[in-house]
């Protein structure tokens, strides 16, 4: 018993050692309502969520309260005795009428929100939105920033609290390397698909969810009415990594936003390598590292020594095997249904330089080089 009573205490006293606030545009220290809404469609949403609880109020207290009226006033204590008829043609009438004027009433308020939800025409900017197992890839396929790409993956330092149990900030499992960045009061339309399995972008401050489905492409939009930092997940389960697939829309100014793209682009600009050039090993590994602590070692960790299921690189045959082939077709296509993903979506140079640094890294002292060019020929 009084070890229960220990880890009881431990269970509600936790929130409390963990000192959390709330997360603006984020969720709230026991929330029990939505979010506060960023857009004209979620402030909607909510008028409408409330209405309809008023409307099931009244309804409750219709039905419930002429139920125990009936009860007390006709029970059998004082008396009453039961009336005895077969059907009645007005009563009959009333609970189905009174009930379909009531949810077809429901409908018309919701109509309007709910088609303008589906139309995605119009948009200042398109955004392409990729599900991964476990991120998300976005590439502005229209309007200002169109051509730039960014991979977001939850930050590596928000895995390494959650395997050591040690959850540290208001942002707990929602801070991501690059979030998704919008200008503020523009329509944004997401095209949303998936590379592997079903995936779900949910952002409620903005009333946003729509699935990610492979081999589908369905869209939504948004436009946001403030700027600032606003917070959702996948909400489709995913596989074992879905509870660490978060998303983060930063909104911008109009100003801040343009000059965003000009950087974001410079950037794009610097990193773009020419597949051909051969690089030293020095270069590859030092490029390999950063690579690595970006995109791999929130799974294999920082040591490569892998945990539980997923397997380490330190000391890895496949790693250490002269036959560097084998390496990059584990990267590029993945492994076991998506349990290890495809990392397609990285350059040539990227991949070349992650290889280059596991197999020269940690025990996998291999000598072993890997350049832009083998993995050009592996994807053909």
């Excluded at 330092?157 to 503020?184: F, H, I």
């Excluded at 002269?322 to 584990?330: G, L, P, R, S, Y």
Aim: aromatic share 8%; charged share 20%; net charge positive.
């Amino acid at each position: 018993m009084a070890g229960v009573v220990l880890a009881l205490a431990a269970t509600f006293a936790a929130p409390a050692a963990w000192a959390l606030k709330d997360l603006p545009g984020g969720p709230a220290i026991n929330q029990l309502d939505l979010h506060p809404a960023a857009s004209k469609m979620a402030s909607d949403v909510q008028w409408l969520h409330n209405i309809m609880l008023v409307i099931c109020l009244v309804i409750f207290i219709a039905v419930f309260g002429v139920m125990f009226y009936s009860i007390l006033k006709h029970r059998k204590s004082k008396g009453f005795k039961a009336a005895n008829f077969h059907e009645s043609v007005g009563v009959e009438i009333a609970w189905t009428v009174v009930p379909l004027v009531i949810v077809m009433g429901m409908g018309l308020l919701a109509t309007k929100s709910v088609v303008a939800m589906k139309d995605t025409t119009n948009a200042d900017l398109t955004i392409k939105t990729t599900g991964y197992q476990w991120k998300w890839g976005y590439d502005y396929i229209k309007g200002e920033g169109e051509g730039i790409a960014i991979l977001s993956t939850l930050d590596v330092k928000q895995r390494q609290m959650s395997d050591a149990g040690k959850p540290e900030g208001d942002d707990y499992l929602l801070k991501v390397d690059y979030p998704l960045v919008v200008p503020v009061d523009k329509k944004v339309r997401i095209v949303l698909t998936a590379a592997d399995v079903i995936h779900s972008w949910m952002v409620p401050a903005f009333a946003v969810k729509q699935d990610a489905i492979p081999g589908f492409v369905r869209d939504t939009w948004f436009r946001a009415n403030q700027t600032g930092d606003f917070y959702g997940q996948c909400v489709e389960l995913c596989g074992k990594e879905h509870a660490y697939m978060p998303i983060h829309v930063k909104v911008l100014s109009a100003k801040d936003y343009s000059a965003w793209v000009e950087g974001k682009k410079k950037e794009m600009a610097a990193k773009a390598d020419d597949p051909a050039k051969v690089w030293t090993l020095p270069d590859l590994v030092a490029r390999g590292e950063k690579g690595y602590n970006t995109n791999c070692a929130v799974c294999h960790k920082p040591d490569g020594k892998g945990a539980g299921p997923i397997k380490a690189l330190d000391g890895s045959a496949v790693v250490q095997d002269a036959d560097k082939a084998k390496q990059i077709e584990v990267l590029l296509n993945g492994r076991l249904n998506g349990a290890m993903p495809s990392w397609k979506t990285l350059s040539d140079t990227e991949i070349a330089a992650i290889v280059t640094y596991t197999k020269n890294t940690w025990s996998n002292k291999t000598g072993q080089l890997v350049q832009p060019s083998d993995v050009v020929a592996a994807r053909k």
